[in-house]
């Protein structure tokens, strides 16, 4: 195969990967419909799942609920707002709990349970697929 045709194939592979709908879902960090919180930013987004901070910019209290461990979206989730891989993360937690500085936040299995969790808790802050959106809850960030 010569070198101008390996390129080609070689960009049109990763082309693929890059817009594969596996590789990328259109999640949401929600809030309750109820919750005063209306934006936030990455940053804030991630301070309040690393536990570096436990309130929105409010004042109001943040509690954070993350999708069950090895799940593709809290995976993605993870890498995109805490730019933090799986493993990452998995260190960040045993120190933080070696250390006596915070604990990992309480997981729900999907995003169905999230919503669920959310919505009847205006303190609570999660993430779902966008299409799992209803009127119970609000996005406050949208990832891509």
Request: glycine share 6%.
């Amino acid at each position: 195969m010569n070198r101008q045709r390996r390129k080609t194939l070689l960009a049109l592979a990763l082309g693929t990967l890059a817009v594969s709908p596996a590789h990328a879902s259109d999640l949401v960090v929600i809030v309750s419909a109820r919750a005063a919180a209306a934006a936030l930013r990455p940053e804030q987004v991630a301070d309040i799942f690393l536990a570096e901070a436990n309130r929105f910019p409010d004042g109001s209290e943040a509690i954070a609920i993350d999708q069950n461990i090895g799940s593709p979206l809290r995976d993605e989730f993870y890498e995109k707002v805490a730019h933090r891989s799986p493993a990452l993360m998995k260190a960040y937690w045993t120190k933080m709990i070696f250390t006596g500085r915070g604990q990992p936040p309480r997981e729900a299995p999907g995003s169905a349970a999230v919503r669920k969790l959310v919505a009847d808790n205006p303190g609570m802050i999660g993430y779902i697929e966008r299409s799992a959106l209803d009127a119970t809850v609000k996005a406050v960030l949208m990832v891509r």
